[in-house]
């Protein structure tokens, strides 16, 4: 066992001042070090025995899909706004600076289907509790939210919903 | 064995006017489908041994993470411009409508790996080409491409080096 932050660059003033970005693209690079680094998932995977995963655009697609396929389950992509073809559902919500829309084609989930969320990055928690909105909105059941890194100090659990199972794997 | 092009939903003027777009979610949705429609490029990485497996943002990530992940292969991003953060290496190119650029992080590409590029459609050949370019000015070795759509009529084929092998899973 490795120490995962080691596989974690931190980029200064990205993507703007002040901003300590955490990049995680080390990880993938190494097949062993992603086995390890989606151990938090796959036991997510595991525990929920999930219908649909659901990843948020773009690097959250990264993680689900990769979950996804390997264990034959469905992926399902939250978009930003106007990227997803056809009908969509879509919620609006406020960010630090300005706001955001995240979309999602309501037939891709069955009525009561369970779904997982997955993103990369568990930060305010502002997108994630958006996702699991519009899962619950296209009348998917959320059971579980997954990340790769958490940064807990800005207490993103907190937005989510207290019923569904959340695991991270690398938490700051 | 399905005929996949059932799964793959036909949008008008998406994302804009006279294009018809080819929807491929509804094959991600059913693992089996897409298990099947994979085959093609899990073929691609048989034939080739990549040491990496570079998807093209943002709907190529979603095959070229399942493939890297299943196999245990790495898997790097290639990304439009200003979303990859600290050094990248870029090259701009032409669309019909106006101008795109394609990033990379050099450090994620060891000299002369061998590495295969993902993308979901391959149509004039532009985005694939231009990512080729950008493997090999990264000192890696480019040894094929992998595609789950071709549209044949648009001949992007003739744009990608012959020297690679090229895999698409459904043709038109």
């Known amino acids: 066992m490795v120490n995962l932050k080691n596989y974690v660059s931190e980029i200064n003033d990205f993507p703007k001042h002040g901003i300590v970005f955490k990049d995680i693209n080390p990880i993938y690079r190494d097949p062993l070090i992603w086995k390890q680094a989606m151990r938090a998932i796959e036991d997510l995977v595991i525990k929920t025995s999930p219908d649909l995963i659901a990843g948020i655009e773009s690097r959250g697609f ?3 899909s990769a979950l996804a396929y390997k264990n034959e389950i469905g992926f399902i992509p939250i978009r930003k706004s106007g990227k997803l073809p056809g009908k969509v559902i879509g919620i ?3 960010l630090e600076y300005g706001s955001d829309r995240l979309e999602v084609e309501p037939e891709s989930i069955k009525k009561n289907s369970r779904v997982i969320i997955i993103d990369d990055l568990l930060a305010t928690g502002g ?12 009348e998917g059941q959320l059971i579980g939210y997954g990340f790769l890194i ?3 100090n800005l207490n993103g659990r907190k937005k989510l ?3 569904v199972l959340i695991k991270s794997s690398i938490i700051y």
Do not use: R
């Open 150 to 152: 958490e940064l807990s």
């Open 62 to 64: 990264i993680i689900a």
């Open 161 to 163: 919903n207290p019923e």
């Open 92 to 94: 609006n919500y406020h």
């Open 127 to 138: 997108t994630a509790s958006t996702a699991g909105k519009l899962i619950t909105e296209a």
